[in-house]
């Protein structure tokens, strides 16, 4: 479920070929272990549709029941037309207004998979991006700009486009029989500034769930960055339902990095929880580094390794809070104020770890195990805490 008071909903969207049944298993399937709640695949041919009809018919069969999207872009009237079991099978379609066609043949086509949406009882996701707008309707827009007295700039025009192109459609899509409730919208961009305006602005026209997004956000830490900027700001005023991270891939990291993300981002904003959170310090010239820095990181590693089986036999194990602190300075302040948490000694100081639980110091570990004892200390308080 999307909008109103539901959770904010974190998808993705695989990047193989949708032809390749057994890579788009294998990839759906890595996305929803790391926690994806909604997929998206490119269905851009008859291979494609193929392809997602044996997909989806695997996944169901393995238990895998999230909801899948089909991504159409230029010919879904014709795919969805044409591959009836792809229709039914497919949970959510998402349409580009900009792409569906020009002239007489845009509404036409629009049209067309509206249709099938309705005859299936399918959600539309009507998605506006500003690399494929609508030319026709920006053509429009910009010539009765030129005929002010005072012309807006062409960011403002394009804005114009993409909030009314959204709006247009979805309304479109009514008149046509769907359901307001079928109807979510997205408006991309992959400037952060004109992505927060254009979502800003078409929040206050309609009262449509909100996919945010920022488009081609670009690789690495400039694309999480652009992306946790953007989609922070927006979510804080109470903008969007569901989020991706669109992030180019990277040789070696997992496409799930993009769940993670999105993840990292709600929980630290406080809006959902999806594992405990570690506090743990930068270090500085106070620390032992090796040794502060290889417990911080063995902390983090076993929790995440550990979190499928607590999840299961402890719930509400994602909202406890973890310290792993470096020397007594914050230490046990952030400790105390941890559920349960470790501070160790500095450079200089005694060589000692002070353990605390529910705000109180309860012991003090030394020695070579300071881990392998925390970690049983952490494995206690869970059971005794979250235990069904």
């Given at each position: 479920m999307?909008?109103s008071?539901h959770?904010?909903?974190?998808?993705s969207?695989t990047?193989t070929?949708t032809a390749?049944v057994d890579a788009t298993?294998?990839?759906?399937?890595e996305?929803v272990?790391?926690?994806?709640?909604?997929?998206r695949?490119t269905?851009?041919d008859?291979?494609?549709?193929k392809g997602a009809i044996e997909s989806?018919?695997?996944?169901r069969?393995?238990?895998v029941?999230?909801?899948?999207?089909?991504?159409?872009?230029?010919n879904?009237?014709e795919l969805?037309?044409?591959?009836?079991?792809?229709?039914?099978?497919?949970?959510k379609?998402?349409?580009?207004p900009g792409?569906?066609g020009?002239?007489?043949a845009k509404d036409d086509?629009?049209?067309?998979i509206i249709r099938?949406?309705?005859?299936?009882g399918?959600?539309?996701?009507?998605?506006?991006?500003?690399g494929?707008?609508?030319?026709?309707?920006?053509?429009?827009?910009?010539?009765?700009?030129?005929?002010l007295?005072?012309p807006?700039?062409?960011?403002?025009?394009?804005?114009?486009?993409?909030?009314e192109?959204?709006v247009?459609?979805a309304?479109?899509?009514?008149?046509?029989?769907l359901?307001?409730?079928?109807i979510i919208?997205?408006?991309?961009?992959?400037?952060?500034q004109?992505t927060?305006?254009?979502?800003?602005r078409?929040?206050?026209?309609?009262?449509?769930?909100l996919h945010?997004g920022?488009?081609?956000?670009?690789?690495g830490h400039?694309g999480?960055t652009a992306?946790?900027?953007a989609?922070?700001?927006?979510?804080?005023?109470?903008?969007?339902?569901?989020?991706?991270?669109?992030?180019t891939?990277?040789?070696?990291v997992?496409r799930?990095?993009?769940?993670?993300?999105?993840?990292?981002l709600?929980q630290?904003?406080?809006?959902?929880?999806?594992f405990p959170?570690?506090t743990?310090?930068p270090?500085?010239?106070?620390?032992?580094?090796?040794?502060?820095?290889n417990?911080?990181?063995?902390?983090?590693?076993?929790?995440?390794?550990?979190?499928?089986?607590?999840?299961?036999?402890y719930?509400g194990?994602e909202?406890l809070?973890?310290a792993v602190?470096?020397c007594?300075v914050n230490?046990?302040?952030?400790?105390a104020?941890?559920d349960i948490?470790?501070s160790?000694?500095?450079?200089?100081?005694?060589p000692?770890?002070?353990?605390?639980?529910d705000?109180?110091?309860?012991?003090?570990?030394?020695?070579?195990?300071?881990k392998?004892e925390?970690?049983a200390?952490?494995?206690?308080y869970?059971?005794?805490?979250?235990?069904?």
């Open positions: 999307l909008g008071s959770p904010i909903v974190v998808q969207m990047d070929p390749d298993v294998r990839q759906t399937i996305l272990e790391a926690g994806s709640e909604l997929v695949w269905i851009n008859d291979a494609a549709a989806i018919s695997r996944l069969a393995l238990g029941a999230t909801p899948i999207v089909g991504d159409f872009h230029f879904g009237h969805l037309t044409r591959h009836d079991a792809l229709a039914k099978l497919l949970d379609y998402r349409v580009n792409n569906v020009r002239a007489a086509n629009f049209a067309a099938v949406a309705i005859k299936y399918k959600a539309v996701r009507i998605g506006v991006n500003w494929s707008l609508d030319r026709d309707l920006l053509t429009d827009l910009m010539q009765k700009n030129a005929r007295l005072k807006r700039t062409m960011k403002d025009v394009v804005a114009d486009a993409m909030v192109s959204a247009s459609s309304a479109y899509a009514v008149a046509l029989g359901s307001r409730e079928k919208l997205s408006a991309k961009l992959s400037v952060l004109d927060i305006e254009v979502y800003q078409l929040a206050a026209v309609c009262e449509y769930p945010l920022l488009t081609e956000a670009g690789a400039k999480i992306s946790a900027a989609l922070s700001i927006l979510l804080q005023q109470g903008i969007g339902d569901t989020i991706r991270v669109s992030l891939p990277e040789p070696g997992a799930s990095c993009e769940v993670e993300v999105c993840q990292d709600l630290s904003m406080g809006f959902r929880y999806f959170n570690i743990s310090c270090g500085c010239g106070r620390t032992r580094s090796a040794e502060f820095q417990l911080a990181h063995d902390i983090r590693t076993y929790v995440v390794t550990r979190m499928p089986d607590w999840r299961k036999k719930p194990v909202t809070n973890i602190m470096g007594v230490g046990p302040g952030e400790s104020h941890a948490g470790i160790l000694p500095g450079t200089s100081e005694d000692s770890a002070q353990v605390y639980v705000g109180k110091k309860t012991g003090i570990l030394k020695g070579a195990r300071i392998e925390f970690i200390l952490l494995e206690d869970i059971s005794r805490r979250f235990s069904k």
